[in-house]
């Protein structure tokens, strides 16, 4: 052992000299120009590594199975429902100028849309794009909202609960889908019956976190009732109807946080 | 008639329908076969029934997994329409040509869809005219098209095209007659790779399954005709292959697609599974030893990530021999450049040692077998990525599978449930039921101390009129808890006690009623009718499964025996069946942790609770991402 580190300390300094011999025949002018360039090079990949990091086009939409999530998806890539939906199985996703703005001159940067399914089995999914994501749209049917406010409430409290979304403090938009309907709920009773039903889920879930180990932050200031302005992240509620194609609330919130 | 043929991608956009059919759908059978059959890892099935006020009908599908796309034809359940499983397939091959992702709208695939209705409608005719052996070779015909389509090199393509789908029985004899060609010189090594491959061929999926058996029986015997100098080449190993001759031959399809086996390679592969299975056994004694219990796992707040490096090492160390045996050179050439597309055979292997894998964790047998065979419905047809190998292909796509089951799909916060029954003032009732000795009661006082914890009123029913001792060890548990305990004595029916119990909790002001039920065997009819009677009459919130962890290949038998008998058993109209699995006994286990799996697949209920322990605090929560670790470990 000793001896074959002798001979790589020989050998080592033995090529080091080289180097500094090397080095020495190059005119000082050249090795500055060159340790220039090398350090200007490495300062712009990572400025532009940051940058991408930072500015990521990623929106995510969400919500309970049959809310409508990929009809949206696909009114704002193409503009049309073309043949309809089923329950999906895999999350859409694509990257795409919004259809509304394809008539838009300019250049204009196209959004990365991921829809994934609602279904409770295939929530896991979801936590592979949470942490590119810089939004969130969490589409609620507003025509069937009642049978189901338990269950979408439930889905919002784990995504507000999200580590990755509470670090990152990425918004939030509560989509009002199918207000094309007559009998749909207004956006700001939705809002106050899911702000009412996270309310009750605080009280439940803040007593399971001992055993359950999903929910890492709590919700809210303890002892007020919960509003969705106590969030880290700002939560906005909007209207939209996916079928009629009235999505121009969805698309001023994709280009508030994605800038085009 | 047929009612409706859909195409959509598994993303959940209809590219196609059949507008001529244009029949108006009742209910809405595609969703719900999404939700409870697809996604529920059940695709391995042939078909799937469902029923809506005014209309039932019957589903069946076949996916393209390259492309992402499902097929589903809807017909009602009455006729049995028997050119179904052809016209998907005719369909699919047809509509694969001319996919492209970024189109949306395929009206011109109308016209060929009426001409492969039409055709498939014509064989369906012939066929019920025909004798058996003729319906056999058409569907043959079918089936060595299919393969024309995707691979083009079999049968020198000679009768490829559309004119040779018409006429039948000509034709349907040169096909065979092409693949004679072939069977001459490959029949001894078919057979010899088939005997092989008999326990994997169980796990093919059911539509394709039936119409190529005929069809190679069909062809089985023509060769006895026609070849006769090959006859006695496979009558030798026919021999061999008795058991299961059916079985056997229809490895036809794909020997064509394999790298040349002979039988040599059947020595080979007994050696690999002799191999993986010592391999496995090493990797269990380390576990032992090094691995921390799941309990531990669970207070860990989040797994860390080395140890999911490792657990990869691990997974490929396991599946490193059985690469290596199969001829390194082949398997690293396909390792870098990426697999063409999976066959059937190519993940036979890989999934039967998941499956084995699986087994030993305790997984039972039947379950094991479905999540094979949907994993490879999933899989079949989908192109392999460069530099990954089949087996780590098929091991992600279980895991996801796994975590999909896993995944509870109601709510399994009690407290929350519990405190909206408050609000409505009256009592929330939980119903524990289970065989004997599992823990019910044990089980039960856990309960009650956690939701004692939380400032829950809890009450006890002793509702187990039938065990001697029953009632008092409540009590004891009733007394250290100090909590109150309604109890009626013995002999007494066990509805009555529960009404009575909910009453008295209704009375003093009681949030939850814990009712202990008697044990009972799954079989035992007289037992089983008083305790869907007791759910009936009290409808509680939540019936409870207790399930001991240790059980294997009977959780199965218990759970669907439970459910059954409770909804046959049970007067109301719709019936109230177990609403979640509360599995005890965890902390006896180690690392065979199948039985979750099992009873959560065959119930589709979630586990609320895991008892692991002898003290009271020994409850926890399901940590689902640490039990599937553990189970493709």
């Known amino acids: 052992m000793q001896q074959e580190l002798e001979q790589w300390k020989e050998q080592i300094s033995h090529l080091l000299n080289v180097a500094n011999d090397y080095l020495r025949e190059v005119p000082p002018n050249q090795l500055y120009a060159a340790a220039a360039i090398v350090v200007f090079t490495t300062l712009l990949l990572l400025s532009l590594r940051f940058l991408k990091r930072t500015k990521s086009n990623t929106i995510v939409l969400t919500g309970l199975s049959g809310s409508g999530k990929t009809v949206i998806f696909y009114q704002l890539r193409d503009g049309s429902t073309h043949q309809g939906t089923v329950t999906s199985m895999e999350p859409n996703e694509d990257t795409f100028i919004l259809h509304g703005e394809t008539t838009k001159k300019g250049k204009i940067k196209p959004v990365h849309i991921v829809d994934v399914p609602g279904h409770s089995r295939l929530r896991p999914k979801l936590d592979e794009y949470l942490p590119q994501a810089a939004g969130i749209v969490f589409v609620v049917d507003a025509l069937d909202f009642l049978p189901n406010c338990r269950a979408a409430s439930e889905y919002l409290y784990d995504l507000l609960t999200k580590g990755s979304v509470v670090r990152k403090k990425i918004p939030l938009l509560i989509l009002c889908n199918k207000t094309d309907k007559v009998t749909a709920h207004t956006k700001e009773f939705i809002r106050r019956q899911l702000e009412k039903e996270i309310d009750k889920l605080r009280a439940s879930r803040s007593a399971v976190s001992d055993a359950d180990v999903t929910n890492e932050f709590t919700l809210g200031e303890p002892g007020e009732p919960f509003s969705f302005t106590q969030c880290s992240n700002t939560v906005t509620t909007a209207d939209a109807s996916g079928l009629t194609g009235e999505i121009s609330q969805l698309e001023e919130f994709i280009r508030e946080h994605v800038k085009p | ?633």
């Open chain 2, 1 to 633: 008639m047929l009612e409706q043929l859909l195409i959509f991608t598994r993303g959940g956009l209809i590219l196609w329908s059949c507008k001529e059919l244009g029949n108006a759908l009742k209910g809405s059978p595609i969703d719900t076969l999404i939700r409870s059959c697809l996604l529920e890892e059940r695709s391995g099935a042939a078909s799937y029934n469902y029923d809506a006020p005014g209309a039932s009908y019957s589903l069946k599908w076949t996916f393209h997994n390259d492309l992402g796309l499902v097929f589903v034809a809807v017909y009602q359940r009455i006729l049995h329409l028997l050119y179904v499983d052809d016209l998907l397939a005719a369909v699919k091959r047809e509509f694969s040509q001319v996919y492209d992702p970024t189109r949306t709208v395929y009206r011109d695939f109308d016209e060929i869809f009426k001409q492969l209705k039409i055709e498939a409608e014509a064989r369906a005719e012939d066929l019920k005219k025909s004798n058996p052996v003729v319906v056999g070779g058409n569907r043959k015909q079918q089936a060595t098209w299919q393969g024309d389509g995707s691979e083009g090199k079999k049968n020198g393509g000679g009768l490829k095209g559309e004119g040779g789908l018409k006429n039948d029985g000509g034709d349907g004899k040169k096909g065979n007659n092409n693949n004679n060609n072939n069977n001459k010189l490959e029949n001894g090594r078919v057979n010899g790779s088939n005997l092989k491959s008999n326990g994997g061929n169980v796990s093919v999926n059911g539509k394709e399954n039936d119409s190529s058996n005929n069809g190679a029986f069909d062809v089985n015997r023509l060769q006895k005709l026609r070849t006769k100098s090959a006859n006695g080449k496979k009558a030798t190993d026919n021999v061999v292959s008795k058991a299961e001759p059916k079985k056997a031959v229809k490895k036809n399809r794909v020997w064509d697609e394999k790298p040349p086996e002979t039988k040599l390679d059947f020595t080979d592969h007994v050696d690999v599974d002799g191999g993986e299975d010592k391999d496995r056994k090493v990797d269990f004694l380390a576990k032992e030893q090094g691995e921390s219990m799941m309990d531990k796992d669970e207070i860990l707040s989040s797994d860390s990530e080395d140890e999911e490096d490792e657990d990869d090492d691990d997974a490929e160390k396991n599946s490193k021999p059985d690469a290596k045996k199969k001829g390194w050179f082949s398997s690293m050439f396909q390792s870098i450049a990426g697999k063409a597309n999976l066959e059937k055979s190519d993940l036979e292997p890989a999934l039967k040692a998941l499956k084995d894998r699986l087994m030993t964790k305790n997984v039972a047998e039947e379950i094991a077998e479905k999540l094979c065979e949907s994993v490879a419905a999933s899989l079949e047809g989908k192109k392999l990525a460069s530099f990954t190998r089949i087996s780590s292909t098929v091991q992600a796509a279980m895991e996801e599978a796994l975590v999909r089951i896993l995944t509870p799909r109601r709510s399994i916060d009690i407290l929350r449930d519990v405190h909206a029954a408050k609000e409505q003032r009256k009592p929330y009732v939980v119903v524990f039921v289970g065989v004997n000795g599992v823990g019910k009661s044990t089980n039960l006082a856990k309960v009650a101390y956690w939701l004692l914890q939380h400032n829950v009123k809890v009450m006890m029913a002793a509702c187990d009129t039938f065990r001697s001792g029953a009632v008092e060890q409540l009590r004891t548990h009733a007394r250290r808890l100090q909590i109150p305990i309604f109890e009626k004595g013995y002999e007494k029916d066990p509805a009555v006690v529960a009404k009575e119990a909910i009453q008295e909790a209704s009375r003093n002001g009681s949030d939850v009623v814990l009712v202990d039920t008697a044990g009972r065997m799954q079989d035992n009819e007289p037992l089983m009718r008083a305790l869907s009677k007791l759910i009936y009459l009290n409808n509680p919130d939540l019936v409870l499964f207790v399930g001991e962890a240790l059980v294997g290949n009977d959780a199965v038998d218990q759970l669907s025996k439970f459910n059954q008998k409770l909804a046959d058993l049970s007067t109301s109209p719709t019936p109230r069946l177990i609403d979640g699995i509360l599995l005890t006994k965890f902390d006896t286990i180690d690392d065979k942790v199948g039985a979750a799996l099992s009873m959560v697949y065959i119930s589709g209920a979630p586990v609320m609770f895991v008892g692991c322990g002898q003290s009271y605090t020994d409850l926890k929560k399901l940590n689902v991402k640490s039990i599937v670790k553990t189970l493709l470990k």
